[in-house]
């Protein structure tokens, strides 16, 4: 609840870090997917998480 008002502010920035794909969409609107430390690629968290999660289904997610 704390975190959904602080989202709500105007004029607010807050960096969140998750692997909780399922809820990303409902507390951000726009997310930045991470490899190896670096920006792989940013945009609104429904198109990202279907990137991530069709490269992740074929393997291609590197970690680590």
Known sequence: KK?????SRQDTTVLL????LEK???LSDR???MEK????????PETIIRE???EAQNGS???G
């Open 24 to 26: 990303l969409p409902a």
């Open 31 to 33: 997310v930045i997917w």
């Open 37 to 44: 430390g670096s920006v792989r690629k940013i945009g609104d």
């Open 52 to 54: 991530y999660q069709a």
């Open 17 to 20: 870090v998750s692997h909780n």
């Open 61 to 63: 997610v590197k970690n």
């Open 3 to 7: 975190l959904k008002e602080l989202i």
